[in-house]
């Protein structure tokens, strides 16, 4: 059944968010003009002949999940670097609040709010909680040769700031490594929200997780939607997105192929655009080619047919 079919109110509709939208409810406190928390518009990237992202506009706002999705090579870590600061873009706008930024460096990134969390996370293992929490920002007491640093108040803010964000560890003094990889991950997104970041951007966090532990970190990032962070989650798991997503901007290949708003799209329809009835039309002749595979070979040919089916229109 085609989209417009099993969603007739959306058939004459634009599904790709225009920046009317976007802008809707949301300005400068100051000048009470509207504007982004941080917005890209028709960001590109190239390396050399290489080109690794192009034509990429998307927006972030505070208390909202904008979420990044495309299989390996579809220029999700480039798109990551240029927001915080690794590298420079070579075509289109980058802003934050209104302003267009060339980010030099993370620390310039930091400094605008912006804090990457990513997946291999910089934790020292043996480490304890308190201390990883704080480490290379650590809290002193007293002057000159009698300065050191203050345990104490570092051990109470590592509690409060977890127990803020629902995570209730009994003992700060554990080491880091004995957390889960769920666990490790929400120490490092409370961590960012302690130290200021207004934009969280969470790269493929539960990639190496189990149901389980994927379900607290959905939950800590709607947690720090809810505190007012604009928050980038980078997946290449629609299931994982769709529950926590405001907007779901997808690349395939360096290049924006859809940028919706959640009322726009269902489940079903973001799982056709990432799994790619192209894709699936090639396996199915490859598949003819090499003779044999029947029963694959139909199933493979519908559900490219179904894909083909959901997508949603632009």
Same mark, same amino acid.
């Given at each position: 059944?085609?989209?417009?079919?099993?969603?007739?109110?959306?058939?004459?509709?634009?599904?790709?968010?225009?920046?009317?939208?976007?802008?809707?409810?949301?300005?400068?406190?100051?000048?009470?003009?509207?504007?982004?928390?941080?917005?890209?518009?028709?960001?590109?990237?190239?390396?050399?002949?290489?080109?690794?992202?192009?034509?990429?506009?998307?927006?972030?706002?505070?208390?909202?999940?904008?979420?990044?999705?495309?299989?390996?090579?579809?220029?999700?870590?480039?798109?990551?670097?240029?927001?915080?600061?690794?590298?420079?873009?070579?075509?289109?706008?980058?802003?934050?609040?209104?302003?267009?930024?060339?980010?030099?460096?993370?620390?310039?990134?930091?400094?605008?709010?912006?804090?990457?969390? %990513?997946? /291999?996370?910089?934790?020292?293992? +043996?480490?304890?909680?308190?201390?990883?929490?704080?480490? =290379?920002? !650590? #809290?002193?007491?007293?002057?000159?040769?009698?300065?050191?640093?203050?345990?104490?108040?570092?051990?109470?803010?590592?509690?409060?700031?977890?127990?803020?964000?629902?995570?209730?560890?009994?003992?700060?003094?554990?080491?880091?490594?004995?957390?889960?990889?769920?666990?490790?991950?929400?120490?490092?997104?409370?961590?960012?929200?302690?130290?200021?970041?207004?934009?969280?951007?969470?790269?493929?966090?539960?990639?190496?997780?189990?149901?389980?532990?994927?379900?607290?970190?959905?939950?800590?990032?709607?947690?720090?939607?809810?505190?007012?962070?604009?928050?980038?989650?980078?997946?290449?798991?629609?299931?994982?997105?769709?529950?926590?997503?405001?907007?779901?901007?997808?690349?395939?290949?360096?290049?924006?192929?859809? %940028?919706? /708003?959640?009322?726009?799209?269902? +489940?079903?329809?973001?799982?056709?655009?990432?799994?790619? =009835?192209? !894709? #699936?039309?090639?396996?199915?002749?490859?598949?003819?080619?090499?003779?044999?595979?029947?029963?694959?070979?139909?199933?493979?040919?519908?559900?490219?047919?179904?894909?083909?089916?959901?997508?949603?229109?632009?």
């Amino acid at each position: 059944m085609s989209t417009s079919a099993r969603h007739p109110e959306r058939e004459d509709a634009g599904r790709h968010i225009t920046n009317e939208v976007l802008l809707q409810n949301e300005s400068d406190p100051l000048t009470d003009r509207p504007v982004h928390l941080l917005s890209l518009e028709q960001v590109g990237k190239h390396y050399g002949n290489i080109i690794a992202l192009r034509d990429v506009t998307m927006a972030v706002d505070n208390g909202r999940v904008t979420c990044v999705l495309g299989d390996n090579g579809a220029g999700k870590s480039t798109l990551i670097k240029i927001i915080a600061g690794l590298h420079q873009h070579d075509e289109g706008t980058f802003s934050i609040m209104g302003e267009p930024r060339k980010l030099t460096s993370p620390r310039a990134a930091l400094d605008a709010g912006i804090a990457a969390v %990513y997946q /291999d996370l910089a934790v020292v293992s +043996l480490m304890p909680i308190w201390r990883n929490f704080f480490l =290379g920002s !650590e #809290l002193t007491t007293g002057v000159g040769p009698f300065r050191r640093m203050d345990v104490q108040r570092m051990k109470q803010i590592t509690k409060k700031e977890l127990a803020d964000m629902g995570i209730d560890l009994r003992d700060v003094e554990q080491p880091i490594g004995q957390l889960s990889g769920g666990e490790r991950q929400c120490v490092a997104i409370a961590r960012a929200v302690y130290f200021g970041a207004k934009v969280l951007i969470l790269d493929e966090p539960t990639a190496a997780l189990g149901v389980k532990q994927s379900g607290v970190v959905l939950r800590y990032i709607l947690q720090a939607r809810d505190r007012g962070l604009g928050v980038i989650f980078i997946t290449h798991n629609p299931h994982h997105a769709f529950p926590v997503g405001d907007r779901f901007l997808l690349l395939k290949r360096g290049r924006s192929i859809g %940028y919706y /708003d959640k009322k726009d799209i269902t +489940l079903d329809e973001l799982t056709a655009q990432m799994a790619g =009835g192209a !894709e #699936l039309a090639e396996l199915a002749h490859e598949l003819e080619q090499l003779g044999g595979h029947g029963d694959t070979l139909e199933a493979v040919k519908a559900e490219a047919v179904a894909v083909e089916a959901d997508a949603p229109r632009a």
